[in-house]
């Protein structure tokens, strides 16, 4: 079992910046793929970034690449999301999630643990 617990999230401003972390319990942390979606009112579950356990290896989402920053330390058993240049349609929650696999992913349903979710509300 993993637990994944996030934070950071919160009211930022356009052109801004924030940072969401994502500590970890459970099984080995080096093992897991981690990822970020988020998810909008009256929308579904969208892929944001991933890095793999040893983290040279991320992929974003095309919204968000060069804005946003997906990184690990897993020594500290924690997952980070850096979103600079923050945009109104940023606003969602956002969810931390792992699979245990060497390999990304983007769709919801192949990761097997979540979080419970942290609000962002970009202000225009």
């Known amino acids: 079992q993993v637990q994944l617990v996030e934070s950071g999230g919160g009211l930022g401003q356009a052109g801004g910046s924030l940072r969401l972390s994502c500590a970890a319990s459970?099984?080995?942390?080096?093992?897991?793929?981690m990822g970020w979606f988020r998810q909008a009112p009256g929308k579904e579950r969208e892929f944001v970034a991933a890095i793999t356990w040893n983290g040279p290896t991320t992929d974003y989402a095309d919204s968000v690449k060069g804005r946003f920053t997906i990184s690990r330390d897993n020594a500290k058993n924690t997952v980070y999301l850096q979103m600079n240049s923050l945009k109104p349609e940023d606003t969602a929650v956002y969810y931390c999630?792992?699979?245990?696999?060497?390999?990304?992913?983007?769709?919801?349903?192949?990761?097997?643990?979540w979080g419970q979710g942290t609000q962002v509300t970009v202000s225009s």
């Open positions: 459970g099984r080995t942390f080096s093992n897991y793929v």
């Open positions: 999630a792992a699979r245990f696999s060497p390999t990304l992913a983007m769709i919801p349903t192949q990761y097997r643990y």
